[in-house]
C-alpha cells in the first residue's frame, strides 16, 4: 500500500519544506512507496480529517502521524525488517541532538537569509498567511528581516563548523552511510535551495561536498527538485 505523504508546495510545484524532505528521504531509505502530494500552506488544517497545523503528515493505510521525527519512529516501529532509520537507541539520541541543534542553530539563520526569497516562491493563496505570521514572529517586514544578508552568512556558515570536524573523520553525519541525522539538516539546505538563488554554502565547503551527495541519494530524488534559479 501507497504511503500518502502531505506535502509542502509552492508556486511552479516547487516542495521546498525541510521537514517533509526528512520523511520523503526516511521513506525512500525504507524503500517504501509514496505519494508527496502537494498541500499549500493554506490547506494544512484541512488534511487527514483536519486538526493539523504543520506538515509532513503521513497516513499509512488507518494510521495518521505528524512531525517528521515521530513519522521517522513510527516507520523504524512499523517496518523493522527494512533498512534502519537510526542504527540503534544510540542513533535515535544523535539524531534528536541533531534536530535541536538545527532547530535552534540552523534553520533561524537560514530564515533571516532566505525568508523574502521563501515568500516569493510561494502559491499567491500563501502569501498573506506567510508575510503576516512571518512578520509577527519577527516583528518587522519581510524585507528588513533579509536586508543586509551578505554579512549575516558568515554566521550561518560559522555555526555548520561542527558538520565540518565530523565529515573530516567520516563521510556522514551517522558515519559510513546516511541516516536520519543526515535528512535533518540536509532538509534544511533543500529548503534553501529550492526556493533562494543566494548560495548558502562555499564550493569548496566539506558541507557541500556532503549536501551533494545526499542529493544523489536514492536515485537523485533530492536533486530531482531543481535548484532556484538565480
Not at 67 to 88: C, K, N, Q, V, W
Request: aromatic share 10%; glycine share 10%; hydrophobic share 40%.
Amino acid at each position: 500500500m501507497t504511503i500518502l505523504l502531505y506535502d509542502l508546495c509552492g508556486a511552479d510545484d516547487v516542495r521546498f519544506s525541510p521537514y517533509c524532505w526528512r520523511v520523503k528521504l526516511a521513506l525512500a531509505r525504507k524503500g517504501l512507496p509514496f505519494e508527496a502530494r502537494p498541500t499549500p500552506f493554506t490547506e494544512i488544517g484541512t488534511i487527514a480529517g483536519g486538526g493539523h497545523k504543520t506538515v509532513p503528515v503521513i497516513e499509512d493505510g488507518g494510521q495518521i502521524v505528524r512531525d517528521s521525527f515521530e513519522i521517522a519512529l513510527y516507520l523504524e516501529a512499523a517496518y523493522p525488517d527494512r533498512p534502519t532509520l537510526f542504527g540503534g537507541d544510540g542513533g535515535k539520541g544523535m539524531a534528536r541532538f541533531v534536530e535541536n541543534w538545527v532547530k535552534t542553530e540552523i534553520n533561524p539563520g537560514l530564515l533571516r537569509l532566505i525568508v523574502v526569497d521563501v515568500h516569493e516562491a510561494l502559491l499567491p493563496v500563501d502569501t498573506d498567511y506567510f508575510r503576516q505570521s512571518r512578520e509577527k514572529r519577527f516583528g518587522m517586514p519581510l524585507e528588513d528581516i533579509q536586508a543586509g544578508r551578505e554579512e549575516r552568512l558568515s554566521d550561518v556558515r560559522a555555526a555548520l563548523e561542527p558538520v565540518r570536524h565530523t565529515l573530516a573523520q567520516q563521510p556522514y553525519l551517522s558515519g559510513s552511510e546516511a541516516l536520519f541525522a543526515d535528512y535533518i539538516l540536509f532538509g534544511s539546505l533543500q529548503w534553501a535551495r529550492a526556493t533562494s538563488p543566494f548560495q548558502i554554502l562555499a564550493d569548496d565547503d566539506p558541507v557541500t561536498g556532503w549536501f551533494e551527495r545526499c542529493l544523489d541519494l536514492f536515485d537523485g530524488l533530492g536533486r530531482a527538485q531543481p535548484a532556484k534559479a538565480a
